[in-house]
């Protein structure tokens, strides 16, 4: 085999092994899920920033309001990458927020549990959703896009069915008084960093309301969730043998299993996640508007793959990131507030959504082309 010189290049006269030469600036940029992601953001907040410049969206409050409905769908998008880049679909995870919501609304509203009890059941429920999401999967043989197809169904005919016998009705509300002073709700939910944005507003820095209140009174607890699980899911993904386990799960299980890996429990323990992640988002909204309805979560499945999508991650498994799915949701959120500011009908968003999916599965087919020609 030709030596290489500290460099990566071969000695003078010897010709360097192509497995071991080093891949090029272009090759590695475009070997990134997230690559077209990140353009796509780039686009739409340039382009919003031309057309809605002047009516408020990138004021601290507009920010704040776009970040805020991207990082809800974000929490979902991040869970169903990770399922994505493992093999595997959950349908279920929309009316898994109706369920977890109502799972935390009845027994506060109706039989005065304390707000954390409430949670904590919610959580522990959405767990046994995703083993048994998982491991019916696995049992079965089944595709999970099935499994988890008669999951949505079975979930929201339950939230509908069990809410309208233990209250009558549909929607249940009142909470935020349960909520108040709960130490788990006061982590999962409301605001943080009041005093910081006070300080801006009596410095000049962003505005005032008339009242001498800043126009935003502080980061929420989801964007922060946001961030803080997507630099973990990023983590794992790229730096543990975890995040090695869920590519190769997804890339070839079968050879995944003939090198050691515990597919099974990878594929279970990411249903988890995603189940997880729904009862998240469900304890957020419930917590923000003191409320729980069984129609919540509608259609929000097909935005979070929507999401992770055009962020990278391949529909058959083994390829995507966590960034990507993130940067996804962002683009989201940005383009359905930024409707709102430049009061285009929203009725047009899904129009939006369906285009941008179909272009980004376009992009990232010709860009993963382009990386291989450029090896």
Sequence with gaps: MAQETADGAAPPGQEADERIQR????????????????????????????????TGMYSALGIVNFVEVASLLG????????????????????????FAGMTIAIPAAEWGWPMWLCILLAFTVAILWGLFNGWLVIKTGLPSF?????????????????????????????????????????????????????????????????????????????????????????????????????????GDKQAARNVGVPVNRVKIMLFVGTAVMATLVATVQVLDVGSADTQRGLLRELEA????????????????????????????????????????????????????????VLSNNYIRKKATEAK
Excluded: K
């Design 75 to 98: 929490l979902l998008a991040i869970g169903v990458s990770l399922l994505m880049i493992g093999g595997e679909f959950d349908l279920s995870i929309g009316s898994m927020i109706a």
């Design 23 to 54: 891949a090029s600036f272009l090759s590695r940029l475009l070997n990134r899920p997230e690559l077209g992601a990140a353009a796509g953001t780039i686009v739409v907040l340039v382009v919003f920033a031309i057309v809605a410049g002047d």
């Design 305 to 360: 793959i929507a999401a992770a999508v055009i962020g990278g991650c391949l529909l058959t498994g083994g390829y995507g990131s966590a960034i990507g799915a993130m940067l996804g949701a962002l683009i989201f959120g940005t383009v359905q507030m930024g409707f709102f500011y430049t009061g285009v009908n929203t009725d047009w968003f899904q129009v939006f959504v369906g285009l941008m999916l179909l272009v980004a």
């Design 146 to 250: 099935i499994v988890t197809l008669a999951g949505l169904f079975m979930l929201r005919g339950l939230t509908i069915g069990l809410t309208r016998l233990l209250t009558g009705r549909t929607q249940v509300s009142g909470l935020r008084e349960d909520a108040e002073g709960d130490w788990l709700a006061g982590i999962l939910g409301g605001e943080v960093g009041h005093g910081f944005f006070t300080w801006m507003g009596e410095v000049g820095i962003i505005a005032q309301r008339a009242d001498g209140e800043p126009s935003v009174s502080g980061v929420p607890m989801s964007v922060i969730w946001f961030l803080l699980l997507g630099a973990i899911a990023t983590w794992v993904l790229l730096r543990t043998r975890l995040g090695n386990w869920i590519f190769a799960a997804g």
